[in-house]
């Protein structure tokens, strides 16, 4: 099996690089590669797109990339498992708010605006550990419950159009998408390679989903 983590030059991948290697020989999952090569996305078994940055910055990346074409076949036509972390959560959505409106993928019922909350003691960007509430089962939340943490650093999220997409969320102020999913297809707003336990358990199941 072959785990493609798309490098459109938005972000480093480095860590999560490293968690989903780690994971892989944990649990036998084959292989893993970051690439920037069209042909590796188009024949690969799984498919994760991290980023960073603004909305507008990273879906002109992305389009520029040469990739485009290859991942959304595979999600859309091929049922390959995707999964977007960060900003790679966020290009999942229809639309992105940041700065401009910009066209996502559309793969999720919903639109990235800016954090809200209401409490004028909280910051933006929401940055550091928050509470996963899980409203949703889903495989990749397998042994993650309700209390769980995860490592947070944005300003925007996702607010869904309804909820019947959104898997877990936090509380900052307002609730804040922590993870949605459809199909074959999962965000992570947070990183789970810095999450410890709980983002490495989310990463394994990932590597183990079969939608």
């Known amino acids: 099996m072959l785990t493609a983590i798309i490098d459109y030059e938005s972000g480093n991948l480095h860590s999560a690089d490293k968690a ?24 690969a078994d799984r498919l994760v797109l991290p980023g ?12 520029e990339s040469g990739v485009q074409e290859a991942l959304i076949d595979a999600v859309e036509n091929r049922g390959v498992p995707f999964m977007g972390i960060c900003v790679g959560m966020q290009l999942m959505a229809r639309n992105g708010h940041e700065y401009e409106e910009t066209r996502g993928l559309g793969w999720i019922e919903g639109e990235v605006m800016k954090i809200t909350p209401t409490d004028p003691m909280l910051k933006v960007p929401h940055m550091g550990w928050n509470d996963l509430m899980i409203d949703i089962p889903h495989p990749v939340l397998e042994g993650i419950e309700s209390g769980d943490h995860a490592y947070f650093v944005h300003s925007y999220h996702m607010r869904m159009s309804g909820l019947d997409q959104r898997l877990a969320r936090v509380d900052y102020g307002e609730d804040v998408t922590a993870v949605v999913g459809r199909d074959n297809c999962v965000g992570l707003q947070f990183h789970p390679e810095k999450s410890g336990a709980t983002g490495l358990r989310m990463i394994a199941n990932f590597l183990a989903w079969t939608p």
């Open 20 to 43: 989903f290697q780690k994971m892989a020989r944990e649990t036998d999952a084959g292989e893993v590669v970051v690439t920037s090569e069209a042909d590796t996305v188009a024949r």
């Open 52 to 63: 960073d940055g603004a909305f507008p910055a990273c879906a002109r990346a992305l389009a």
